[in-house]
């Protein structure tokens, strides 16, 4: 069984050459325990990294053929980058395995993964068994994020990052789908065949800094939200509905006011509807505009990523092409 890990990696000179180390260790005793095949691999995304990640990558790959490089022609984001290492891994993999680059994931829980695929399953999600390492801020908000993505009717698996079993056939599966918003997460489970679950305890990014600041982490929760569920936009046609029935209530009763000769100078009532109706109408515009604007980017097909250059073994054929555009 030929196992190949994919490794984003976004400017993680600091903590590449230990995760090599680590992850050398770990092909090592699996291919000699039998579990993997000897030409098994470990391929580091290059995300278009702007420190030495590149030139480390490419020393490691002329050090061991155990590693490849992928380099991307320009940063295009985590999930591009993922993306990315898996359809090129595709074909060349029996199965294949992704996790972060700083190896918060526990390396040792692969065992157990593999275990899993050899009984059968095409896709294993790496679920986190606590949180007690993350901070109370990043805690508090990833469990909004899970929270909001369930009640939105997304379906993920809860405290399940990227680290996760894919079969050759589940990548081949993946890549039909051609979306340029990418939200893997929320993707994996739609490609369906049997999935299991592995727990594990999430550690510490040794070195280095976290590449997902608030800024990207917002973006990344809206993305998800968006990408994969419509409901915002039925919940503003409800909303709409709502306001209809209190128009009509407020109508019956401005006319019932007026025909009894009551009628006050509205000056309050009306500055207030404005201001409230104008309110709602902007956040309208603005969730329909989300999703124009996501329409907008799908229609452009354009590739989700450019790979310039692929370090491999000779026997490699890997095909380099984005498969939703297919150039
Ligand atoms: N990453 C990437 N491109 C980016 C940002 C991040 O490939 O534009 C990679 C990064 O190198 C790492 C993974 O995505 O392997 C997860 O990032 P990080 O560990 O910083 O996120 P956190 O664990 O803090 O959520
Ligand atoms: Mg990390």
């Known amino acids: 069984m030929r196992l190949f890990l994919v490794l984003p990696c976004y400017n993680e000179q600091e903590v590449l050459p230990e995760t090599a180390k680590r992850l ?9 325990s039998g579990t993997i095949a000897e030409n098994s691999r470990v391929l580091f995304v290059n995300d278009g990294s702007s ?17 490849q490089g992928l380099n991307l022609s320009r940063n295009r984001g985590h999930q591009n980058a993922l993306l990315a290492g898996l359809m090129t891994v595709r ?10 680059a700083d190896l918060q994931d526990d390396i040792n829980a ?29 805690r508090f908000t990833a469990r909004r994020f899970y929270k909001t993505m369930q009640s939105m ?29 990418l939200f893997l997460r929320g993707l994996v489970p739609l490609v369906g065949f049997r999935s ?75 500055v207030l509807s404005i201001w409230a109706i104008g309110g709602l109408i902007m956040i309208s515009l603005g969730v329909i505009g989300e999703y124009i604007g996501k329409i907008y980017l799908e229609t452009k097909h354009r590739p989700r990523y450019v790979i310039e250059s692929y370090l491999k073994d000779e026997a490699d054929e890997a095909d380099l092409r984005d498969p939703a555009v297919g150039q």
């Open 196 to 270: 299991e679950v592995v727990y594990y305890e999430r550690g510490e990014r040794f070195a280095g800094e976290s590449k997902y600041p608030l800024g990207k982490m917002l973006h990344f929760a809206t993305e998800g939200i968006t990408s994969l569920s419509v409901r915002p936009i039925r919940t503003i046609t409800k909303l709409g509905f709502l306001i209809l029935f209190v128009a009509v209530a407020v109508a019956v009763y401005s006319l019932v006011r007026y025909f009894t000769g009551q009628t006050v100078p509205g000056w309050t009532t009306i």
């Open 110 to 138: 692969i065992d157990g993964m593999l275990e899993q695929f050899r009984a059968g399953a095409d896709i294993v999600y790496g679920v986190r068994s606590d949180r007690k390492k993350d901070s109370f801020f990043k």
């Open 51 to 67: 420190d030495k990640t590149r030139e480390l990558i490419s020393a490691l790959h002329e050090e061991d053929a155990l590693f």
């Open 24 to 32: 050398k260790e770990k092909m090592n005793a699996l291919t000699q």
């Open 91 to 100: 074909s060349l993999c029996d199965v294949c395995i992704s996790m972060d």
């Open 153 to 181: 009717g997304a379906e993920t698996v809860a405290d399940h990052a990227d680290f996760r079993l894919m079969s050759a056939r589940a990548l081949e599966a993946l890549s039909t789908f051609g979306e340029v918003n």
